[in-house]
């Protein structure tokens, strides 16, 4: 069967992992030539975003690979959060290269310096654009079967980077019309917008790592699910948080306290299966109260 066909998680998040380190290389390369030519801060802005989608890239194979490690004596839960920290470290190098691109713009306008030969800038900057298409369609696949926080992350960087990218051409078009402040005008856009994404990926990080409930509309659904099962009388002490992929789910289920434990214990069976039918990760812990 093709590998383009297969619903194995673990397969597509080491792919999209690999594909995006690959990725962000070729970019760093070619946008590296295209600023020693034409000496753009619009350039220069976008070789910084794919400089950090290559360190966030690195980051998130190294935590991908950690998080997909089976629990173990000191790590009960699994190893999940690794990408939450992954997450964490990428929204501040982001919003750290940001404010250097924004200093930087800044200098270039007030040196009214020009930019030179941009053909060859919009020329990479439509490459750059078509490679991360290919990337987010992978990376589209990965996080829609595992739901993984670092690769959906890692998602967010590049769809900037087409924008980036858009916004580059933008700049050189309007340059070489003469209006050359149009170069840092769009790199300080660029470093805006940079900050602006990369404060949703700190927020979702750390509700992650302070073990954030589930949303509402999922707790709803879970306890609709536990009530739906014969013999349930009631269920309290819903509690959830997300591990990587894997969402934890622990509550109280109310039954008959005439049932004997071996029909207590075939209802929590048949609550947890229901629930695991919706969410077939799911780390699951039940308790019987007699009512």
């Known amino acids: 069967m093709s590998i383009f066909k297969s619903d194995d998680k673990v397969f597509w998040l080491r792919f999209a992992s690999t594909a995006s380190v690959v990725t962000a290389i070729m970019l760093i390369l070619v946008k590296l030539v295209a600023w020693v030519v034409t000496d753009s801060v619009s350039i220069l802005a976008s070789l910084i975003d794919s400089s950090l989608d290559a360190m966030a890239s690195i980051i998130n194979y190294g935590a991908v690979s950690y998080s997909l490690k089976p629990a173990d004596e000191d790590h009960r839960f699994g190893h999940g959060k690794a990408e939450s920290l992954a997450g964490l470290a990428q929204s501040m ?18 040196k009214s310096m020009v930019v030179e030969a941009e053909w060859v800038g919009i020329s990479v900057s439509i490459f750059a654009i078509l490679l991360t298409f290919v990337l ?44 050359h402040q149009a170069d840092s005008l769009f790199a300080i856009a660029i470093a805006i917008y940079m900050v602006v994404s990369a404060r949703e990926i700190l927020v979702d990080a750390i509700n992650r790592l302070m073990d954030r409930e589930l949303p509402v509309y999922t707790l709803t659904h879970i306890e609709s699910l536990a009530l739906a099962v014969h013999g349930v009388r009631g269920i309290h002490q819903l509690r959830t948080r997300q591990s990587g992929m894997i969402p934890i789910i622990q509550m109280h289920v109310e039954l008959d306290k005439d049932l ?15 629930i695991q039918a919706d969410y077939p990760d799911a780390d699951i812990t039940i308790h019987q109260d007699p009512v």
């Open 136 to 179: 987010l369609g992978i990376q589209h696949i990965a996080v829609k079967l595992t739901g993984s926080v670092a690769i959906k992350a890692d998602s967010l960087h590049y769809r900037m980077d087409v924008l980036t990218n858009l916004a580059v051409i933008a700049a050189l078009v309007l340059t070489a019309m003469g209006i």
């Open 93 to 110: 190098f982001i919003m750290g290269s940001a404010l250097v691109l924004i200093f930087h713009a800044v200098g270039h306008w007030r």
């Open 260 to 274: 004997t434990l071996a029909q207590a214990h075939a209802i929590a069976d048949n609550v947890e299966a229901a």
